[in-house]
């Protein structure tokens, strides 16, 4: 994508409000690359192309900050703290994640191909990419 779009997208994120991992729910078959990263005073944007493999998962987390992201290949099934899918994404889709830990969920790969997004994080300076969270009791 442009760069401005890309600011258009961070600029729509960052209206929709403003440690070290437990690992509790690891991810699994996930890759990122850090193709941007900026911080200006209390606020550190970033920009990641994660991809995910068929059967993968990101595992159980939450956001500091929101993100945003576009489907760039395959399909994204998210599913909520209440092990519900709340939405499937395919290509070109956009997905807006709000932040807190009371908005724990985990985005799954349960197609034949990889999954690849392009992803948009507004975080408070330092905060890490995402926070691991423990499964729900539903997902046992």
């Given at each position: 994508?442009?760069?401005?779009t890309w600011v258009a997208l961070v600029a729509a994120t960052a209206s929709l409000g403003a440690g070290t991992p437990?690992?509790?729910?690891?991810?699994?078959?996930v890759s990122a690359t850090?193709?941007?990263?900026?911080?200006?005073?209390?606020?550190?944007?970033?920009?990641?192309?994660?991809?995910?493999?068929?059967g993968g998962d990101t595992g159980y987390h939450y956001h500091d900050?929101?993100?945003?992201?576009?489907?760039?290949?395959?399909?994204?099934t998210h599913y909520g703290a209440d092990c519900r899918v709340d939405h499937v994404y395919g290509p070109g889709e956009v997905v807006v994640e709000q932040a807190g830990p009371g908005n724990v969920h985990i985005g799954r790969n349960e197609d034949r191909t990889p999954l690849v997004l392009e992803v948009v994080y507004v975080l408070p300076a330092g905060a890490p990419f995402a926070t691991d969270a423990p499964a729900p009791a539903c997902e046992g």
């Open positions: 994508m442009k760069p401005s437990a690992r509790a729910t690891p991810p699994t078959g850090l193709t941007f990263e900026k911080t200006v005073g209390d606020t550190r944007v970033a920009v990641r192309r994660i991809t995910i493999a068929p900050g929101p993100v945003s992201a576009v489907v760039v290949a395959g399909t994204l």
